[in-house]
């Protein structure tokens, strides 16, 4: 069943919510463990987006399709998300002169809608209907059923009534 975009949008802040808390937990332990802080940053960023990939594929969007390609498309919005966020924060810092943290708080309300709309129009879209079979509204349905007549190589159609007619 179809989810609604109210109810998706929600969905989607709350499995944010969690990436936070599973990112910040990670960081936290690897550095008490001694790990390097950009190592650890990375690994609390990577555990971030698989927890955030399994609940918003499953919860947020319930989506059923293929998982390796879900899985690429949702890599591709995440960097294009940290892309921006990037771009966004510079532009904060360096052209409007904002402190970082003030910047960084500006960059998470339009990158949050465009992973989003991301998100629920490609990374877990849903699957397409089956296209009905195509039919050329200038060429008429054929009459009776088509058959190969082996002895002359030529398509004949059957008549309904037995007979042959020459296509």
Same mark, same amino acid.
């Given at each position: ?17 969690? $990436?936070? @808390? ?12 001694? @790990?390097?802080?950009? /190592? ?10 698989? $927890?955030?990939?399994?609940? $918003? ?9 293929? /998982? ?11 960097? /294009? ?55 050329? %509204?200038?060429? %008429? ?15 004949? &159609? &059957? ?9």
């Amino acid at each position: 069943m179809a989810r609604s975009l109210p109810s998706q949008f929600w969905r989607f802040m709350a499995v944010g919510a969690t $990436n936070t @808390a599973v990112t910040l937990a990670t960081y936290a332990a690897a550095l008490l463990a001694g @790990a390097p802080y950009l /190592l650890a940053g990375a690994v609390a960023f990577v555990l971030g987006a698989l $927890n955030g990939f399994a609940l $918003n594929r499953t919860w947020t969007f319930a989506h059923a399709g293929p /998982l390796g390609p879900a899985g690429a498309r949702y890599a591709a919005v995440q960097l /294009l998300g940290l892309g921006t966020d990037l771009a966004m924060l510079r532009l904060g810092v360096r052209g409007l002169g904002l402190a970082h943290l003030p910047a960084q708080v500006a960059a998470v309300a339009p990158v949050t809608l465009l992973t989003f709309v991301l998100s629920r129009t490609w990374t877990f879209r849903p699957a397409p209907s089956p296209a009905p079979h195509p039919v050329d %509204p200038a060429r %008429p349905a054929p009459r009776g059923r088509r058959r190969l007549d082996h002895r002359r190589l030529t398509l004949r &159609r &059957r008549r309904p009534h037995g007979g042959f007619a020459r296509s």
